[in-house]
């Protein structure tokens, strides 16, 4: 049974660039949630997919967008990459989108802005 | 808003007990989760609570007080392979699947 799978693992961008992060969703979750971990941090929740839309939003500009495609699988985007931007970006999937539900981690894609 | 404390490191002998404490002020509560997680790999989980009292998984046991606004994860017979950071991540009401994590706490395990 494959896990949350995360491409890239690691990816160097220099300001101002645009960056595409994608995540493959444990086998039988329909719901895909991004979270952006600085250094020394805990995860700051992006934002959640299901059903193709986005569903919760945290404190996080409209340079960060995403998108869900009909198998579950989820795209983050972030335009005018600014340094601040460098963290480890961690996606999340879970069968629905309740409170109840547990989230399970991909490895995660280190991002470097230069 | 939600903030959520948790101390920053600790430090424990093999075999000890360690308990990790977490306050947190939100908006409701819908649930409180403890996940572990080793440097430069995902957090993988370990514990839910949503009702006040003590839940106990083998070497891992995790307490809530909803009207304190407190939990805290004990780790018994502490072992080398424990040594990671610790996250408490609350979900508040009208927050569903809306995970918010605290900074972690990094545990130390020493021979």
């Known amino acids: 049974d494959a896990g949350v799978t995360q491409s890239p693992t690691h990816l160097i961008k220099t300001r101002g660039q645009q960056v595409t992060l994608r995540c493959s969703p444990k086998?039988?979750?329909?719901?895909v949630s991004w979270y952006q971990q600085a250094l020394g941090q805990g995860p700051q929740f992006i934002f959640q997919?299901?059903?193709?839309?986005?569903?919760q939003r945290g404190n996080f500009p409209d340079r960060f967008s995403g998108h869900q495609f009909p198998n579950y699988s989820s795209e983050l985007n972030v335009n005018a990459l600014l340094l601040g931007d460098s963290a480890l970006y961690l996606c999340?999937?879970?069968?629905?989108?309740?409170?109840?539900?547990?989230?399970?981690f991909g490895p995660g894609t280190r991002l470097t802005v230069l | 808003g939600q903030n959520i404390d948790q101390p920053t490191e600790m430090t424990a002998t093999e075999g000890a007990i360690v308990q990790i404490n977490c306050t947190y002020q939100?908006?409701?509560?819908?649930?409180l989760f403890w996940y572990q997680q080793h440097a430069g790999e995902a957090p993988t989980f370990l514990s839910y609570?949503?009702?006040?009292g003590l839940e106990e998984k083998g070497r891992f046991s995790s307490f809530l007080s909803r009207s304190k606004g407190y939990s805290y994860l004990l780790l018994k017979e502490l072992q080398m392979k424990d040594s990671a950071s610790y996250l408490c991540?609350?979900?508040?009401?009208?927050?569903?699947?809306?995970?918010?994590f605290g900074a972690g706490t990094q545990v130390v395990v020493t021979p």
């Open positions: 999340a999937s879970s069968l629905g989108h309740g409170a109840y539900n547990e989230q399970f």
């Open positions: 086998s039988g979750h329909d719901t």
């Open positions: 997919y299901y059903e193709e839309e986005e569903r």
């Open positions: 939100t908006s409701g509560f819908n649930g």
């Open positions: 609570n949503v009702l006040d």
């Open positions: 991540a609350v979900i508040g009401a009208d927050s569903w699947g809306k995970f918010q």
